[in-house]
């Protein structure tokens, strides 16, 4: 992964927002500016991990110099973009955000400014923001890596689609589910996307304890209905009382995440492998 961090109030900062690393021999020869306490550490980590670093800042240092303050701290930035670099990027992108990341194909980017944040969501770029008295920053850092690597928002995105599956009407879940039997997706799906997933989508607060003791009742009535063994249940669809109650806490969970008025939208598309025909379903989160 190629992660890019802003450098004044982030990792550099303009007066003593927050502690330093200890300025060596060479810092103090070179004249090398300080940096944020936990950096070379945290560097040494993630290049450790195999990811890349690189700089990116709207200030007009020169890339000489920001790598001379680095190299100072024994620590190489494989790329340096500075604001002369990011303008050229932006206009022959015709871009008007101040900082985009995913031009240079960052995957992620962390700073302090929130409006990076808010240029993030609109632009399609992932952001962490580090507030400059946190001082577990740089833990922060690695755990939304490991989010990143884990897929977090795309599993919790398939949660919602299965929930609101699993609220929907028979005839709505039918279509949804499309070629073969609705009710062995939904169970298959949301097996998948809570039950197995659920450690860590509360680690990494997707869903909150409220949310998680509705979703294990749900978890619990969908499993108790897999043992029975008459296990007409689950081909009545349209009749079974029983689905109402799994509707009513789908309904009820999607309610306490405020998700409530949110919808899927689909497409299936068929292919053929060997004469076996694969159904795909791409599927949209929409708000009515
Ligand atoms: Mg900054």
């Known amino acids: 992964m190629i992660i890019s961090f802003d450098i004044d109030n982030t990792l550099i900062p303009y007066s003593n927002?927050?502690?330093?690393?200890?300025?060596?021999?060479?810092?103090?020869?070179?004249?090398?500016?300080?940096i944020r306490k936990g950096s070379i550490q945290l560097?040494?980590?993630?290049?450790?991990?195999?990811h890349s670093i690189w700089i990116y800042t709207t200030s007009y240092r020169s890339a000489f110099n920001i790598k001379k303050t680095f190299k100072s701290y024994g620590l190489n930035p494989s790329r340096i973009i500075n604001e002369e670099t990011n303008q050229q990027f932006l206009k022959k992108h015709n871009c008007s955000a101040s900082k985009n990341p995913s031009l240079f194909g960052i995957d992620l980017?962390?700073?302090?400014?929130?409006?990076?944040e808010i240029e993030g969501a609109k632009y399609g770029f992932e952001t962490i923001i580090i507030d400059i008295n946190d001082e577990d920053w740089a833990n922060k850092i690695l755990k939304k890596i490991r989010g990143i690597?884990?897929?977090?928002?795309?599993?919790?995105?398939?949660?919602?689609?299965?929930?609101?599956?699993?609220?929907?009407n028979a005839k709505k879940q039918r279509a949804f589910?499309?070629?073969?039997?609705?009710?062995?997706?939904?169970?298959?799906?949301?097996?998948?996307?809570?039950s197995r997933s659920r450690d860590v989508l509360m680690?990494?607060?997707?869903i909150t304890a409220t949310e998680d003791s509705i979703l294990s009742k749900l978890a619990k009535l969908i499993r108790?209905?897999?043992?029975?063994?008459?296990?007409?249940?689950?081909?009545q669809l349209e009749s079974h009382q029983d689905w109402e109650i799994i509707r009513g806490l789908a309904s009820k969970v999607l309610l306490?995440?405020?998700?409530?008025?949110?919808?899927?939208?689909?497409?299936?598309?068929?292919?053929?492998?060997?004469?076996?025909?694969?159904?795909r379903t791409k599927t949209k989160i929409v708000e009515k």
């Not at 980017?109 to 990076?116: E, F, K, L, P, T």
């Not at 690597?149 to 929907?168: C, D, G, P």
């Open 109 to 116: 980017h962390v700073d302090d400014a929130r409006g990076v």
């Open 256 to 279: 306490k995440m405020k998700k409530e008025n949110f919808e899927v939208e689909f497409v299936h598309t068929n292919e053929f492998d060997d004469g076996i025909m694969l159904q």
């Open 177 to 194: 589910n499309g070629v073969g039997q609705a009710e062995d997706d939904m169970v298959d799906d949301f097996d998948n996307f809570y």
């Open 203 to 206: 680690e990494y607060d997707y």
């Open 149 to 168: 690597e884990l897929n977090m928002a795309w599993r919790f995105k398939e949660l919602l689609v299965t929930l609101i599956t699993l609220k929907s």
């Open 43 to 50: 560097f040494s980590e993630l290049e450790n991990k195999g």
């Open 224 to 235: 108790l209905k897999c043992e029975d063994p008459e296990n007409a249940f689950w081909y």
């Open 17 to 34: 927002e927050f502690e330093v690393e200890n300025k060596g021999l060479l810092s103090k020869i070179l004249g090398a500016e300080s």
